[in-house]
């Protein structure tokens, strides 16, 4: 949808009259935090509940720790800093209708990052990777089962949905490529911030609205993505 036009989001909240709203759109930063405060305002006067899925890096200006939804947010990106702006927005304008969704980097077995993962196993190009860097991450079938749960069950307020543990992503690459193909893989090793301290990266929680059974740890994360993908290398 054209974010820019007004009259098409009013069009559709009168035509659907949706119960929720989940949104994860991307774009330009400015029309983005435009187009929430808009949504945000016809939503005002409505009972719909309005899911906005934020992000790590809402907190990638500290990072000398893993964040929890009670710590306060700061970022020094600029994608970072327009999630921050929108979470305050939508919940100043709709309380506590609105539910902020936090999420780290997400993989699938057809997510842009997988695929050129993939693309470069094919190609023998090397992987880039930081080794100094410790990250959550979550497969997007797994984000959908513990959004449904979210949903369902109406559990409002900031929410992180993200694996139950961490990695150094170089970690990471080099034992997914193990499950993926058996040729060797050149990973070319990056410290982040150009310095050879740990920087952490990753999303901790302290609600306990989830159950266990939608928990998920690294190493499930990688045998989903290798699992049926080894046949198409």
Same mark, same amino acid.
């Given at each position: 949808?054209?974010?820019? *036009?007004?009259?098409? &989001?009013?069009?559709? @909240?009168? +035509?659907?009259?949706?119960?929720?709203?989940?949104?994860?759109? #991307?774009?330009?930063?400015?029309?983005?935090?435009?187009?929430?405060?808009?949504?945000?305002?016809?939503?005002? *006067?409505?009972?719909? &509940?309005?899911?906005? @899925?934020? +992000?790590?890096?809402?907190?990638?200006?500290?990072?000398?720790? #893993?964040?929890?939804?009670?710590?306060?947010?700061?970022?020094?990106?600029?994608?970072?800093?327009?999630?921050? *702006?929108?979470?305050?927005?939508?919940?100043? @304008?709709?309380?506590?209708?609105?539910?902020?969704?936090?999420?780290p980097g997400i993989w699938g077995k057809n997510s842009p990052r997988f695929n050129a993962l993939l693309k470069n196993l094919e190609t023998n190009e090397p992987i880039q990777a930081y080794r100094n860097l410790e990250c959550s991450f979550l497969t997007d079938v797994h984000l959908a089962q513990q959004l449904h749960f979210v949903l369902k069950n109406e559990v409002r307020g900031t929410i992180h949905l993200s694996s139950e543990d961490k990695i150094i992503e170089a970690q990471f690459y080099e034992e997914l490529i193990k499950k993926l193909t058996t040729n060797e893989i050149k990973v070319q090793y990056n410290h982040y911030q150009d310095k050879e301290k740990l920087y952490l990266f990753g999303l901790d929680s302290i609600r306990n609205e989830l159950p266990k059974t939608l928990n998920?740890?690294?190493?499930?994360?990688?045998?989903?993505?290798?699992?049926?993908?080894?046949?198409?290398?």
């Open positions: 949808m054209n974010i820019q *036009n007004s009259e098409v &989001l009013k069009r559709i @909240l009168n +035509t659907v009259e949706p119960d929720i709203v989940i949104s994860c759109l #991307h774009g330009d930063f400015e029309q983005l935090l435009e187009f929430h405060r808009l949504l945000a305002v016809e939503l005002e *006067n409505r009972s719909s &509940l309005l899911y906005f @899925l934020s +992000t790590t890096n809402v907190f990638d200006g500290d990072l000398s720790r #893993h964040h929890s939804e009670t710590d306060k947010p700061v970022s020094k990106s600029e994608y970072g800093q327009y999630k921050i *702006n929108c979470e305050i927005m939508l919940q100043d @304008l709709l309380k506590e209708r609105a539910i902020i969704i936090r999420i998920i740890k690294i190493n499930e994360i990688i045998n989903y993505l290798a699992k049926k993908t080894v046949d198409q290398i």
